[in-house]
């Protein structure tokens, strides 16, 4: 077990993991075959670990990515971003208006972005889901196993996994679709 003081953020990547700490810089540890854990040096204000690189976000809003850039996911677009989320090979950025941008591989059309505006954006493995100011989710991207099929309740997160995703209704509770083979979009009752 790595500990580490002083943390305001953490994100977990598949074999990484990458921390914010409260003077804006970087640390990161796990595996680092692609450099995915070796941060830029300076201050960011937001770090999502994808499953083989990791992108910030600069106090400009401007995104910068490290790691593996096989499909273009460490290449971030131009312009500025309130929040980034790192999936397998792709990443989304949320502009400051609303709109999703989205870089890297596109094989399940998962860098094509829903129209529309988005309150927060989670990144799955090959798809992305965004929680709209109505508190609905949209997704898009693979579909295999239904994870970008939402419900049409109202929620107040959304998090996309690796073929499922999860949000949080108003009430508190969680509601899952997508994959179930280990029981992953199955919350328990008492929750």
Known sequence: MVECTLLATIS???YHTCALRFDG??????DNTHGQAS????????????????????????????GNNVAGQASPLP????????GGFSCCGLRADGTAACWGDNTHGQANPLPGTF??????????????????????GDNIAGQSSPPSDPF???????????SLRNDGSAVCWGANGSGQSAPPTDT
């Open 119 to 140: 309150i927060q954006l989670s990144a799955g493995d090959y798809h992305f889901c965004g929680l709209r100011s109505d508190g609905t989710a949209a997704c898009w």
């Open 39 to 66: 941060p830029l040096p300076g201050a960011f204000t937001q770090l999502s670990a994808g499953l083989d690189y990791t992108c910030g976000l600069r106090s400009d809003g401007t995104a910068v990515c490290w």
């Open 12 to 14: 977990a990547g598949a």
């Open 25 to 30: 810089t970087a640390a990161c540890w796990g």
């Open 79 to 86: 312009g500025a971003f309130i929040q980034l989320s790192a």
């Open 156 to 166: 107040t997160q959304v998090s996309a996994g690796g073929k499922h995703t999860c």
